[in-house]
């Protein structure tokens, strides 16, 4: 016998299918568990299905012979299987004499096997069988040493669960709600007046409901209780009626609606937009420069370059870049993480709470996007500009963030303010009053955004390329020190001024070109000579 497919890498990963037989299993599953189900407990339950089938097949060919055991004693002409030969079948051919000094007198078995015709010799008659015996009870799978289908689940869950997910999702007669799913006939229904009560109900109530809330508005209990079938029915009516949408958190589901939400949280604004065809390996940089991507802290950067946050840090602190001022965000990543609720399916309506003030204002994670919304008049506000510290700090409820800045006595400091000649972007140091820390290599005050929106959006219209923008911009930065040089950080808050790209790609971009000169500590100086070479 062969190696069993469902043992294999290439099983799982390319030959696995959900076919008319899989379809059927699984409605039979949703029917006996009388509930909805996840990806994961359809898709081990296949897994287990198509081990058991194996397994039923092996314990056929058993039909075939005795199962060979070194301690028993075999006639010429019988027929036995190898449990340690892929459970080859093999017909006794003679028998002889063996002895070995310390064992003493045992059979040897000449067999010749099925699959080969090859003859080997085995052991019978074996005077130590306490050594090699193996349970009778044991399946064909244990005596092979196979894995069990919570480990293969485990080793080629992901491939599994996309073979699932996708057969799940061609076929009318399932349908799913945040990964899990259910037939359709089976669902309760729902009139479409309720729907109504439950927009106004939403209305009302100002802000978001939970799903049992809606289905005590809606008269929808039975016997007085809530049931799985009913609250994942009207889960998934709602998720398919454009008024409503889900903001909760993951874990929860809490139900809004879409008049009342944001365009930022549903769709990334243009000025976050970066494009993903421009990528950087980080390992092809020394360990400074790696250090100075990770404290940039920027989403679009690869998310391993940023150092994680632990789980029991109750305040962070990052950097305001450019394009999240301009757009009243902050960036989701391994740092900011933690601070915020999250959901793998909807964008997630939340509290920030003015660390200054005590004042609460909405707030939306958005974490496919890897963004929050809702600080543009935080910002304005506190009069903070691009490159200030943001404090972002826990508290005891979950769906509430206090966000805080450092404040300094206001002063008037020498910073890199943008301007614009024409068409081109400028820059030039001068006073501008400050009231908080911010970090001196990132900072860009900005008097006047609205004149640096044509820029931008030719810029954009134009798909301008980053080596363009770069010689455009690296002699206003340069002139600005009096040594004729630019820290990286410096460059990438001044690139994203006009285009979206990471600090990675920025960093990539500037080594291909010998007209970039780096030096030391992060620091570049630029030769227009050598713009050609």
């Known amino acids: 016998m062969t190696q069993r497919k469902t043992q294999t890498a290439a099983y799982w990963q390319n030959q696995f299918t959900i076919g008319p037989a899989e379809s059927e299993a699984i409605q039979n599953l ?17 897994v287990r299905q198509q081990v058991e089938a194996e397994e039923k097949a092996v314990r056929t060919s058993l039909d075939q012979g005795q199962l060979y055991r070194p301690q028993n004693r075999y006639e010429v002409g019988e027929k036995l299987l190898f449990p340690a030969l892929s459970f080859a079948v093999g017909r006794v051919e003679y028998t002889r004499q063996g002895y070995h000094p310390e064992y003493g007198q045992f059979t040897v078995l000449g067999v010749k096997l099925e699959n080969n015709g ?15 015996e193996v349970g009778a009870d044991e399946t064909m799978a244990a005596l092979q040493g196979l894995q069990t289908p919570e480990e293969l689940f485990q080793q080629y869950g992901d491939a599994i669960r996309q073979t699932v997910t996708r057969a799940l ?18 669902l309760v229904e729902v009139h479409e007046g309720l729907f109504n009560i439950a927009d106004a109900a939403i209305d009302i109530n100002q802000g978001p409901l939970p799903v049992d809330e809606l289905v005590r508005q809606m008269d929808l ?13 009207v889960n998934y009516r709602l998720a398919n009626d454009d008024r409503f949408v889900d903001v909760g958190p993951k874990g929860q589901v809490l139900w809004y609606l879409r008049r009342l939400e944001p ?20 390992e092809d940089f020394d360990e400074e420069t790696r250090a100075i991507i ?6 679009t950067s690869n998310p391993e370059d940023i150092p994680a946050t632990p789980p029991d840090t109750d305040t962070v602190t990052t950097v305001l870049t450019y394009p999240h001022w301009r757009v009243g965000t902050l960036p989701l990543t391994p740092r900011t993480l933690p601070f915020f609720p999250i959901s793998y399916y909807n964008p997630v309506l939340f509290e920030f709470v003015d660390g200054r003030t005590g004042e609460t204002f909405p707030g939306w994670s958005v974490y496919n996007s890897r963004y929050v919304f809702g600080l543009a008049d935080w ?19 979950p769906l509430r963030v206090i966000v805080d800045y450092k404040p300094t006595r206001t002063r008037r400091d020498w910073i890199r303010l943008v301007g614009v000649d024409g068409s081109l972007l400028t820059f030039q140091i001068n006073t501008h009053p400050m009231n908080c820390e911010y970090d001196d290599l990132m900072i860009i005050g900005d008097p006047n955004p609205q004149a640096v929106d044509p820029l931008w959006e030719a810029a954009n219209k134009a798909r301008l390329p980053l080596f363009d923008l770069l010689c455009q ?33 920025v960093l990539n971009e500037l080594r291909q070109h010998a007209c970039f000169i780096p030096l030391d500590h992060g620091y570049w100086t630029f030769d227009a000579n050598l713009k050609d070479e």
């Open 30 to 46: 949703i029917l006996e568990a009388n509930r909805p189900l996840t990806v994961d407990e359809i898709a081990l339950a296949l």
């Open 473 to 505: 911009i690296f002699p206003e930065l340069i002139k600005l020190n009096p040594q004729g040089t630019v820290h990286l950080k410096t460059v990438y808050s001044a690139v994203n001024v006009l285009r979206r790209f990471s600090p990675g790609v």
């Open 169 to 186: 999702n061609s076929q009318p007669e399932f349908v799913e709600f945040h990964d899990q799913y259910f037939l359709r006939d089976l």
């Open 294 to 299: 990770a404290e940039i802290d920027d989403e």
């Open 118 to 132: 090859e003859v080997r010799e085995f052991a019978a008659e074996f005077p130590r069988p306490e050594a090699l």
């Open 379 to 397: 910002y304005q506000k506190h009069k903070l500009p691009a490159g200030a510290f943001i404090i972002l700090k826990r508290t005891d409820d």
């Open 221 to 233: 209990l039975e016997n007085g209780q809530i049931t799985d079938l009913v609250r994942f029915s």
């Open 263 to 282: 365009a930022e949280a549903e769709k990334t604004p243009p000025r976050l937009r970066v494009n993903h065809s421009l990528t950087y390996t980080a």
